[in-house]
């Protein structure tokens, strides 16, 4: 018997997704922005590691996957911040709402 | 094979509103420090849910690589960027409200979809260790994980190239 | 040796002289110098296998009229050797003088160009094969003798001899142009190839052939001179000596009389024309010689006897003497050419024009005087000067045909032009010195060229007498001639000559009072000839005068009648332009304006999705993936 159904793990995982997206839409400092990144990629390693335990699968699978994830979320966190240090020095702002040189 | 209590049941629920709690707070508070703190919390928690899921291992490297190692990163980018604490300028942008009702549109479509779908679970939890885990990262995923560490060196040096004030 | 180099090597100098002329400065006449005499040693060749019997023809098709070709090219036959030879030798001893007289000029090197241009125009001409080509030339050639005579054109009366001389021509030459028209549509050809005998033979008579033939000699008495356009030849003595010499004296006005001997078989096929030409070629002969009997001005009687010459050669055209006419014409060429350079000699030495202020030139200037003497013998028709042997020649022909009135007058007119011809020698080169400075003797480069033509005018015309067996005659008639001297026309000749001689002895160096009580005494005839017959005042009076009525009047109806035309469609066009203008601005604008404003706001509509924040671009990605995702699970 588990502790919690496997659909409430997955409803969680889902809500702290999402919860991490609002984060990287409405805040507006990079820095934030890459923190809500951080919770969204760990919403889905949650996802991995339910599935893991209680799908009919080898559980080492989705384990790999979130070494894997952890691995990428952290070159994320590295070279993201790095950026918003260039970022940084050469605009004199990390505020994405006063950055528009995506913009023609 | 571990079977839960009606108290691990409920601790463990405790534990999701928790994280799903300061997660929020952690998108939403003004202050970017308390925002990173937060975030380690979160952080801490899922890792907590890692351990309910019999996954130690995991458990051990998400307190060492996020809490340990982005964390400090996370919060020297702060430091190192000044105006992030001053609490007189506004942290979100003016799509919140937009942002806001699409999100709990698609909260109401996942977790319908997700209650709808019928989920062959097994009976058991599954449990792995540390050694199951480096057979096969070392056997059946050493090609992922080589390339995965070549990604991570060249991150490396990238955000060094990048991060250095002379060019 | 192309025969195309002899035109194109002047025209080349007249190139580089035109184009370099301010850099060259006094180096432009020796290019001139050496085009001019490249171009004769090449026309010596051409002219040497022309006597060894291969005439020169080459051309290609120019033009189709009616599929009948209108060719361009080069051709040499008899005619335009001797032609040739006149313009090419005496242009080069032309040039070579112009070194000399033309110094220290401000126009120095355009003088040079023009003289090349000139050289050019006038071999083209000489060398053309069809009579559409030698229209072109012969305009060419009164073109460059317009702008020669106006050479000096600060000097009003220069600038008005220039234009007058345009405007004489100009008559001639729309003659000229009809005859081209009228012989080509009666005949279907224009090469001077196919105008033989035989040919022209086949419709001889025929009215529109001897309009024709009549209309061709319009052009020819407009260029050479001839009674009534004589006029502008006299006038045209304002331009510079050397010009006079070579183009108002040797070769341009010559031009009517080749042109006439190269159609001489049309002209042999229609007598009436035939007529004409000779009855106007010996009244021009015989006016002009009695005009310079009178007159002071050592070029002005120069240009009438010049006159007179030609006069001689049409009618020796005229009566059929064809060979006579132009073995007169290269005679003369030579000592005509040799007294205005003498006589520009005498003026650059002397500084005066007027015959009455010099005199006893001949100790100060020996080289002029004893050439110029030579040039008046050979004029006068003295033997054994070539002028003697061309005149006979034209005497002889003359009453060989049996033109008995023509011989009489041109025999009285060979007197006169012996007696003026020695009253200017007298006046000018014996006597007492009457002028203000001393006169001095020319520069080398000026009477080198005297003594070559001096030469030449001596010894020409030995080519067409008895003892070369009438070499020059043959040679242009293509056959042995059957010429006999008739010691009845010689005799006569020489005694004619002996005359004039002989009264202007009397007048000028034993009595000089008899010229004044002569003068008082038939003050009408002498009136008469130094006022020329009042021909200047008579056009004056009645062509020129009906000329500026019509074109006062004309000026008036272009004035109240095509201008207000003119106007008043200028004005509706103005009208309806505005109309135009406006339906532009307001409807056509409109649209376009219209179109442009509606991509602007669009594009200021669209461009607000562009903002550059990344999280609106999230933002719409999310959205996206939200309605892919419903689209997806509700299919």
Wanted: charged content about 10%; overall charge positive.
């Amino acid at each position: 018997m588990m502790a919690i159904p496997l659909s409430h793990l997955l409803v969680f995982s889902a809500l702290l997704f999402l919860t991490g997206l609002y984060g990287a839409l409405t805040r507006r400092n990079a820095v934030g922005i890459l923190m809500s990144i951080e919770i969204m990629l760990n919403a889905v390693n949650v996802n991995f590691v339910a599935f893991a335990g209680m799908l009919n699968a080898p559980p080492e699978l989705g384990q790999v996957f979130v070494i894997f994830i952890i691995v990428l979320a952290a070159t994320t966190a590295a070279v993201g911040l790095a950026i918003v240090m260039a970022i940084y020095r050469n605009q004199k702002t990390i505020y994405t709402d006063e950055i528009d040189l995506l913009k023609w | 094979m571990t079977t839960f209590g009606p108290l691990a049941a409920i601790s463990c629920y405790a534990a999701l509103l928790g994280i799903l709690t300061v997660a929020i707070l952690t998108v939403t508070v003004r202050n970017l420090f308390h925002a990173a703190i937060f975030l380690a919390f979160t952080l801490l928690g899922v890792s907590i849910i890692y351990f309910f899921l019999r996954a130690e291992f995991l458990a051990g490297i998400q307190i060492l690589l996020y809490v340990g190692a982005i964390m400090t990163l996370v919060i020297f980018a702060i430091m190192l960027t000044s105006r992030i604490g001053d609490p007189q300028v506004p942290q979100s942008n003016r799509q919140r409200i937009p942002v806001f009702i699409l999100i709990a549109i698609s909260a109401f479509f996942l977790i319908g979809a997700i209650l709808k779908a019928s989920w062959k679970t097994i009976s058991t939890l599954q449990t792995t260790n540390a050694v199951e885990l480096g057979k096969a990262l070392m056997g059946e995923f050493v090609f992922p994980f080589e390339v995965i560490s070549l990604v991570l060196l060249i991150a490396l040096i990238g955000a060094i190239v990048v991060a250095r004030s002379d060019p | 040796m192309n025969p195309l180099l002899i035109p194109l090597l002047p025209l080349i100098s007249f190139a580089a002289i035109i184009f370099f002329g301010k850099w060259l400065k006094e180096k432009s006449a020796w290019v001139a110098v050496s085009a001019s005499a490249l171009s004769c040693l090449v026309s010596f060749k051409s002219i040497g296998e022309v006597i060894g019997g291969r005439n020169f023809h080459e051309a290609f098709t120019w033009i189709l009229i009616n599929r009948i070709p209108i060719e361009f090219g080069i051709s040499i036959d008899p005619l335009a050797a001797v032609m040739l030879f006149v313009v090419t030798f005496i242009g080069t001893m032309i040039v070579v003088y112009s070194v000399g007289y033309m110094h220290g000029d401000p126009r120095y090197p355009r003088f040079f160009a023009y003289l090349s241009l000139f050289l050019f125009s006038m071999l083209g001409l000489v060398l053309s094969s069809t009579l559409v080509q030698i229209y072109v030339f012969w305009e060419l050639v009164g073109l460059c003798s317009y702008f020669l005579i106006g050479f000096w054109f600060e000097k009003k009366e220069a600038a008005e001899a220039g234009r007058k001389a345009f405007i004489a021509n100009r008559i001639g030459d729309i003659g000229f142009f009809l005859g081209i028209i009228t012989f080509f549509y009666a005949t279907g050809t224009m090469r001077f190839v196919d105008i033989q005998p035989e040919f022209i033979q086949a419709q001889a008579g025929s009215a529109i052939l001897t309009v024709s033939a009549l209309l061709l000699f319009c052009g020819a008495v407009g260029k050479s001179a001839q009674f009534p356009l004589h006029v502008w030849l006299p006038d045209a003595m304002e331009g510079p000596t050397p010009v006079s010499a070579l183009i108002h004296a040797a070769t341009m006005v010559a031009a009517g009389v080749y042109m006439v001997a190269r159609l001489f078989p049309l002209f042999h096929a229609c007598p009436e024309a035939s007529q004409i030409v000779a009855g106007i070629g010996t009244w021009t002969a015989f006016m002009a010689a009695f005009f310079a009997l009178t007159q002071m001005d050592i070029k002005k009687v120069l240009a009438y006897s010049t006159i007179s010459q030609l006069g001689y050669m049409i009618a020796a055209l005229g009566v059929g003497g064809m060979t006579a006419g132009t073995f007169h014409l290269m005679t003369h060429a030579f000592f005509k050419a040799l007294l205005f350079l003498g006589a520009g000699s005498v003026i650059h030495g002397a500084g005066v024009q007027d015959m009455r202020e010099m005199g006893g030139l001949r100790k100060s200037m020996p080289i002029t005087f004893w050439t110029f003497v030579v040039a008046t013998a050979a004029i006068a028709g003295i033997p054994p000067f070539s002028g003697f042997w061309s005149k006979d020649e034209i005497l002889l022909s003359a009453i060989g045909s049996d033109h008995r009135i023509i011989f009489w007058i041109l025999m009285i007119t060979a007197a006169m032009t012996s007696f003026y011809m020695f009253r200017l020698l007298f006046l000018t080169f014996f006597g007492e010195t009457r002028g203000k400075r001393a006169p001095h003797e020319s520069p080398a480069v000026m009477t080198v060229p005297l003594i070559i033509l001096a030469i030449g005018a001596a010894g020409i015309g030995l080519l067409g007498s008895p003892w070369a067996h009438h070499w020059i005659q043959n040679f242009l008639a293509g056959h042995p001639e059957e010429i006999q001297m008739n010691s009845f026309v010689a005799t006569i000749s020489i005694a004619a000559s002996a005359i004039g001689l002989l009264i202007a002895f009397i007048f000028y160096i034993l009595n000089p009072d008899l010229p004044k009580r002569f003068a008082k005494k038939y003050w009408l005839l002498y009136a008469a000839s130094s006022h020329k017959l009042w021909m200047d005042e008579m056009y004056q009076a009645t062509f020129i005068r009906w000329f500026k009525q019509i074109a006062r009047f004309s000026f008036k109806f272009d004035e109240a009648v095509i201008d207000r035309t003119v106007n008043e469609v200028g004005r509706k066009t103005v009208w309806t332009s505005k109309i135009k203008n406006w339906f532009d601005q307001y409807i056509v604008d409109g649209l376009v304006n219209l179109t442009g404003r509606l991509t602007q706001m669009t594009g200021a509509v669209l461009r607000l999705i562009q903002t550059g924040y990344i999280h609106n671009y999230l933002f719409v990605l999310l959205l996206g993936v939200l309605i892919i995702g419903y689209a997806v699970f509700n299919t």
